[in-house]
């Protein structure tokens, strides 16, 4: 595995935020703040607005449970475009006996965000008794139909990277909804050689709910490449297009397509809506 500094690591996820140290309560921003220069898509509807509200209500909340738990040296960042922190720093939980020094430190950081679930505004861990979601497929076959997974099995954090480092171990998460990876939605958790966590860093959507239904996806690249504006010199594309759920609002089905565009073949990477072909967002990637 890789060594490095974990500044490195994060140190490029850095957005606007709220600092507040330990337990102390800092003066929230408004309900339907955002960073600078963003606004709500025109689109969004009232009731996300709602649940992002409530959802930083106990976030606050949880936050001034854990202060009392862990101890008032921890710092948080709150992202206002979430009401969730995006980082939680400076202090140390407690270790979970050794679990990191025996080679499982992507158990250490999975317990943790169990254990701070509604912090990081995951969902609760299912009941043992309940009925896992491949058992309503079974029942399902005979109709023809697949069941869809409850609401709080949609979100999934699936590792995607675990590296050694200075202070002990950094495990990326990655954020799925329905099978589908979430653009730019990641969790970084930083552990020590005893399982302890100290560092938490987190850029996951969890008000993502968007229709993954792939029937018409195909026809949102065809779209763009046959675009006015692709029309003189199209996009040469690269591999597969990859699907993805885009974070705007509720989350829009998109695909990442990797491209070289005009005559000096520069190569980019543009999010395009999976349905309508529209760009999402577009990235030039220097060589």
């Known amino acids: ?48 607005e709602a649940a992002r509200r409530a959802r930083t209500e106990r976030a606050r909340a949880k936050w001034a449970e854990f202060s009392a738990r862990q101890g008032t040296k921890w710092a948080v960042r709150w992202d206002d475009r979430t009401g969730l922190p995006r980082t939680i720093s400076a202090g140390k939980s407690k270790p979970r006996g050794g679990l990191a020094s ?7 950081a999975r317990a943790f965000l169990a254990e701070n679930a509604e912090l990081f505004g995951l ?29 709080d099995q949609a979100m999934e954090l699936r ?26 939605a990641t969790c970084i958790v930083c552990t020590d050689a005893d399982g302890a966590v100290w560092h938490v860093t987190s850029t996951m959507r969890p008000e993502i709910e968007v229709d993954v239904n792939t029937a018409d996806a195909p026809k949102g690249v065809e779209l763009w490449l046959k675009s006015p504006g692709n029309a003189a010199n199209p996009p040469a594309v690269k591999g597969e297009p990859a699907l993805v759920i885009f974070p705007d609002g509720l989350g829009k089905l998109a695909f990442r397509v990797s491209c070289t565009v005009g005559n000096k073949r520069d190569p980019w990477q543009y999010i395009i809506d999976a349905r309508t072909g529209d760009v999402l967002e577009k990235t030039h990637l220097i060589m």
């Open 102 to 108: 025996a080679g499982k430190p992507e158990d250490a």
């Open 1 to 48: 595995m890789m060594r490095m500094s974990v500044w490195f690591i994060i140190g490029a996820l850095a957005l606007p935020m709220c600092v507040v140290y330990g337990g102390e309560t800092a003066a929230a921003p408004p309900a339907g703040a955002r960073g600078p220069g963003a606004s709500a898509p025109a689109d969004e509807p009232s009731a996300a």
């Open 159 to 184: 590792k995607v990277r675990e590296i050694d480092i200075s202070e002990g171990t950094s495990v990326t998460f990655q954020q799925y909804y329905r099978g589908i990876p979430v653009y730019k």
């Open 123 to 151: 969902p609760q861990p299912a009941p043992a008794a309940k009925a896992p979601a491949a058992a309503a497929n079974e029942s399902a076959a005979a109709t023809g139909t697949v069941a869809p997974p409850p609401p």
